[in-house]
C-alpha cells in the first residue's frame, strides 16, 4: 500500500501550508494516521497523530497550537494544516498509516509509509 504526500516547498515563516495524505487502492477509513518529519542526521520525529471516526488527535509540544491534522473519510485522505511555521519546522515531513485504529507516537509501530515531502521554512 502506497501513500502519497503533496503539499510541500518552500515556504517563508509565518505561512500556512497544507500537507495532503492520500492513499492508493485504500482509504484508511478504519486506520489510525500520522505524520512525522526528520532532518538530516536526527531520528524521526512525531508530528501528530488521529484515530478515526472522531475528533482525537495527539501533537507534539513542539507543534501544538500550530498544527492541526484532520482526515477526510470519505476521499481517503489526511491532512496536516501547519500555521505559523517557524524556520525549525523545516524537514521533510511524512504521513503513515497504522494497521490499525489506536493512535501512536511511535513510528515503529506504523506499518505504512509515504514517500515523504520537504517542506523548508525560510526567516
Known amino acids: 500500500v502506497q501513500l502519497q504526500a503533496f503539499g510541500g516547498g518552500s515556504v517563508q515563516a509565518g505561512d500556512s501550508p497544507r500537507l495532503s495524505c492520500a492513499a492508493a487502492?485504500?482509504?484508511?477509513?478504519?486506520?489510525?494516521m500520522g505524520w512525522f518529519r526528520q532532518v538530516p542526521g536526527k531520528e524521526r520525529e512525531f508530528v501528530a497523530a488521529?484515530?478515526?471516526?472522531?475528533?482525537?488527535?495527539y501533537y507534539s509540544d513542539s507543534v501544538k497550537g500550530r498544527f492541526t491534522i484532520s482526515r477526510d473519510i470519505p476521499k481517503g485522505t489526511v491532512y496536516l494544516q501547519m500555521n505559523s511555521l517557524k524556520p525549525e519546522d523545516t524537514a521533510v515531513y511524512y504521513c503513515?498509516?497504522?494497521?490499525?485504529?489506536?493512535?501512536?507516537?511511535?513510528?515503529?509501530?506504523?506499518?505504512?509509509w509515504g514517500q515523504g515531502t520537504q517542506v523548508t521554512v525560510s526567516s
Open positions: 488521529i484515530g478515526w471516526g472522531g475528533p482525537s488527535a
Open positions: 503513515a498509516g497504522r494497521r490499525d485504529a489506536k493512535i501512536s507516537m511511535d513510528a515503529g509501530t506504523y506499518t505504512y
Open positions: 487502492r485504500r482509504t484508511f477509513s478504519n486506520n489510525a
